[in-house]
């Protein structure tokens, strides 16, 4: 839905308006809305605190140096630097996206999900963000 997102109409619709279009969940048990766009839009972080009260958002972290290496055979300019405007190049500059979230968040609620530990290990990541986050016991699996 991108409701944080830069399209100022979906946002002005209010959060009852998501609520509405948000699938059925159990009653007490939380239910999300989210896009990696939120990590790397300048006004999702003001607008998150202005509508929801947040206990943890979480992110994802990947290899950027590995991204960049990839991109760099592919995506210099003609001065022979990567192109940082170039959108693949750019999302994954994340102290630029970390640092305004920063400006509005306390690091304590923000949990980074290792990428490559979700994709080995996803119980224990997903037990980790659990527990950041504050949800209560729900499976004696997890």
Same mark, same amino acid.
């Given at each position: 839905?991108?409701?944080?997102?830069?399209?100022?109409?979906?946002?002005?619709?209010?959060?009852?308006?998501?609520?509405?279009?948000?699938?059925?969940?159990?009653?007490?048990?939380?239910? +999300?809305?989210? +896009?990696?766009?939120?990590?790397?839009?300048?006004?999702?972080?003001?607008?998150?605190?202005?509508?929801?009260?947040?206990?943890?958002?979480?992110?994802?972290?990947?290899?950027?140096?590995?991204?960049?290496?990839?991109?760099?055979?592919?995506?210099?300019?003609?001065? #022979?630097?990567?192109?940082?405007?170039?959108?693949?190049?750019?999302? +994954?500059?994340?102290?630029?996206?970390?640092?305004?979230?920063?400006?509005?968040?306390?690091? +304590?609620?923000?949990?980074?999900?290792? #990428?490559?530990?979700?994709?080995?290990?996803?119980?224990?990541?997903?037990?980790?963000?659990?527990?950041?986050? #504050?949800?209560?016991?729900?499976?004696?699996?997890?």
């Amino acid at each position: 839905m991108h409701f944080f997102g830069v399209d100022k109409n979906t946002y002005a619709k209010g959060m009852q308006w998501l609520v509405s279009r948000m699938p059925e969940s159990e009653p007490n048990l939380p239910t +999300t809305e989210k +896009t990696p766009k939120y990590v790397i839009s300048e006004e999702v972080p003001a607008r998150i605190p202005r509508i929801h009260r947040m206990n943890s958002s979480i992110a994802v972290k990947l290899k950027t140096v590995n991204r960049r290496q990839n991109f760099t055979k592919l995506f210099l300019s003609n001065t #022979g630097y990567v192109n940082t405007n170039y959108c693949p190049v750019y999302v +994954t500059t994340y102290h630029i996206h970390l640092a305004r979230w920063l400006k509005l968040f306390p690091q +304590t609620q923000i949990h980074f999900v290792d #990428g490559d530990r979700l994709i080995s290990e996803p119980l224990q990541e997903l037990r980790a963000v659990k527990k950041s986050c #504050g949800f209560p016991h729900f499976s004696q699996r997890m």
